[in-house]
Every structure is written in structure tokens, then in C-alpha cells.
Antibody
Framework: QVQLQESGPGQVKPSQTLSLTCTVS??????????WGWIRQPAGKGLEWIGR???????NYNPSLKSRVTISMDTSKNNFSLRLSSVTAADTAMYYC??????????????WGPGTVVTVSS | DIQMTQSPSSLSASVGDRVTITCRAS??????LNWYQQKPGRAPKLLIY???ILQSGVPSRFSGSGSGTDFTLIISSLQPEDFASYYC?????????FGQGTKVEI
């Protein structure tokens, strides 16, 4: 069974960089042909896809955040990370790491971490 | 980006009710439509993918239908554990996008 767990600071100052890590157990992130990604949800609001990284290291980002986002992976630790630069209060949200499954026919978010709250505040 | 619009935003229902939630895409997405359930303080959980295929372990009272731009999630007989928020998500093209959610309340 795949399990994901987010970790990182719960508070970030405006204009600084948000950094989160997702540690994966139950599956190697550098094989299997899966995507690993991030989704966020401001309190009381909907879900926003941030981006993803493939087992080979290729990435896709939401154009609305692309200029500020970097997703990377560390295969030795079986984890992947999110960096979001120049944060503002609008980036305050619950951040989830996810596994994208579904094979070549579709994309589903079949595994999720429990989420971690990040607040942007001075 | 493909915009996903759900209706209603919220609804009140009772145990045993039949509940219908609709989702409309801003362009055709064939059947690349997924449904998720989210309970307070929890991560979303996949219910249905490819518009109508039930994820393993999901009760059969949940069903999905539709293609193109219009989709429906039906809960045939609402159970106490079904009070939650429901989100549709298109998997036709990136960026993946979600509906704004439907909160099912007592």
C-alpha cells in the first residue's frame, strides 16, 4: 500500500519561499511510470493542482503558478519536494502531496498524503 | 484551462434520500471525469473515474454518468457517512482542474 506524508514549516513569511517534502513509502518514486505531485486547498475553498514530477524527473506545472514553482525528487530518500517562491497570503492553504495513477488511459489521484497547513504571515 | 462547474454548491438531505450532483466542463472532455469525496479535515478520496467506473471499495450506492461536457454523480440512498463535500475533476488535459465542490449536509 502506497503511503505519502508531507513535512515542512507550517508558517512562511511573505516574499519568502515555501518548501515542503513528501516522503513516499510502499513504492519507489523512480519506477512504475507514475507521476507524483502537489495539490493545495485554501481553508473552506476548492482544490488547485500545482504540478507534478514523473518517475524520470520530467515536470508539469500549473501555468498560474509556473513562474514560482519547482518540484524535484530525491530518489535516495524516496521523496519529492515542492518549492514555491515569493509567497503571499494567497498561498496560505492546506498542501497535499499525491500520486497520479490510471496508467496511459487517464489520470486519477489515487493516493494522497494527509495534508499539511502552510500559513503565510509575518 | 478547462473550467469545471458543479451544482449545487450545497444541498440539504436526509438519510435514505437520493442525491444528484452535476458537473459541467467548459469544453468536451469525453469521459475523462473523476469524482472525489472529502470529509472535514481529511484528504479527498477517489470515488469514480472515467465518469462511471467505481473505484475499488466504494459502495455501489455511488454511481456516475455522462460524457462530453455534462456529468452526474448520484448517491442512491444517502448514508450517515456520506455527508461530505464532493468534487469533480477533469483528467482530459493539464492543468488538471476541479469543480468548486458540493457540500452535502443534513
Amino acid at each position: 500500500q502506497v503511503q505519502l506524508q508531507e513535512s515542512g514549516p507550517g508558517q512562511v513569511k511573505p516574499s519568502q519561499t515555501l518548501s515542503l517534502t513528501c516522503t513516499v513509502s510502499g513504492a519507489p518514486i523512480n519506477s512504475g511510470g507514475h507521476y507524483w505531485g502537489w495539490i493545495r486547498q485554501p481553508a473552506g475553498k476548492g482544490l488547485e493542482w500545482i504540478g507534478r514530477i514523473y518517475t524520470s524527473g520530467g515536470t508539469n506545472y500549473n501555468p498560474s503558478l509556473k513562474s514560482r514553482v519547482t518540484i524535484s525528487m530525491d530518489t535516495s530518500k524516496n521523496n519529492f519536494s515542492l518549492r514555491l517562491s515569493s509567497v503571499t497570503a494567497a498561498d496560505t492553504a492546506m498542501y497535499y502531496c499525491t500520486k497520479e495513477g490510471g496508467g496511459s488511459l487517464t489520470t486519477i489521484f489515487d493516493f494522497w498524503g494527509p495534508g499539511t497547513v502552510v500559513t503565510v504571515s509575518s | 484551462d478547462i473550467q469545471m462547474t458543479q451544482s449545487p454548491s450545497s444541498l440539504s438531505a436526509s438519510v435514505g434520500d437520493r442525491v444528484t450532483i452535476t458537473c459541467r466542463a467548459s469544453q468536451s472532455i469525453n469521459t475523462h471525469l473523476n469524482w472525489y469525496q472529502q470529509k472535514p479535515g481529511r484528504a479527498p478520496k477517489l470515488l469514480i473515474y472515467f465518469a462511471s467506473i467505481l473505484q475499488s471499495g466504494v459502495p455501489s450506492r455511488f454511481s456516475g454518468s455522462g460524457s462530453g461536457t455534462d456529468f452526474t454523480l448520484i448517491i442512491s440512498s444517502l448514508q450517515p457517512e456520506d455527508f461530505a463535500s464532493y468534487y469533480c475533476q477533469q483528467s482530459y488535459s493539464t492543468p488538471w482542474t476541479f469543480g468548486q465542490g458540493t457540500k452535502v449536509e443534513i
